[in-house]
């Protein structure tokens, strides 16, 4: 044994690293929650948004949003998913499919569409009015004014 009051120096940092473990130890068990806490958040704001992304589609075809609680989790909340999966299990909930769809126009305005179509069919191109307009001011006579007209198609 020696006479000197040397301490060894090991004995010293036992101490603080067991403080230090422990301090580290506490800090992980706080991120592990915060973590936990972020996750379960995250669920919680990805089924709400997957759910109302779907509602939406569903309500986009026409077609009652409980239906929306029968859509498997690995479809995705997009509208032309939804849409292929609806019209997969249509025959289930009796939903009728159209094989094509026509969209809700006035009568009126596809008539007026329709009458717009033919005479852009039957009409004058702009090529040939400044032929048709020079004709009419060459006409000399009634029957020839007539005879242009009849001839253009106005």
């Known amino acids: 044994m020696s006479n000197s009051d040397y301490e060894d120096d090991d ?3 036992e101490d603080t690293s067991n403080d230090l473990v422990k301090q580290l130890r506490k800090a992980s ?6 973590l936990n806490e972020l996750r379960a958040q995250f669920e919680s704001l990805s089924k709400g948004q997957r759910e109302r992304a779907i509602k939406d589609a569903l309500a986009a075809r026409g077609v009652n949003s409980k239906i929306a609680s029968f859509i498997p989790q690995d479809i995705d909340p997009t509208e032309e998913s939804v849409s292929k999966w609806l ?8 939903i009728e499919v159209s094989q094509t769809q026509t969209p809700n126009v006035n009568p ?3 008539a007026a569409y329709k009458r717009m179509t033919n005479s852009a069919d039957s009409g004058v191109s702009p090529e040939h009015n400044g ?5 009419l001011m060459n006409a000399n006579s009634k029957e020839e004014l007539d005879e242009v007209i009849r001839l253009s198609g106005l």
């Open 29 to 34: 068990k706080q991120k592990d929650k915060e």
């Open 87 to 94: 019209e997969d299990y249509a025959d289930v909930f009796g």
């Open 11 to 13: 004995d010293f940092t």
């Open 108 to 110: 009126a305005d596809a």
């Open 131 to 135: 032929d048709i307009m020079q004709k």
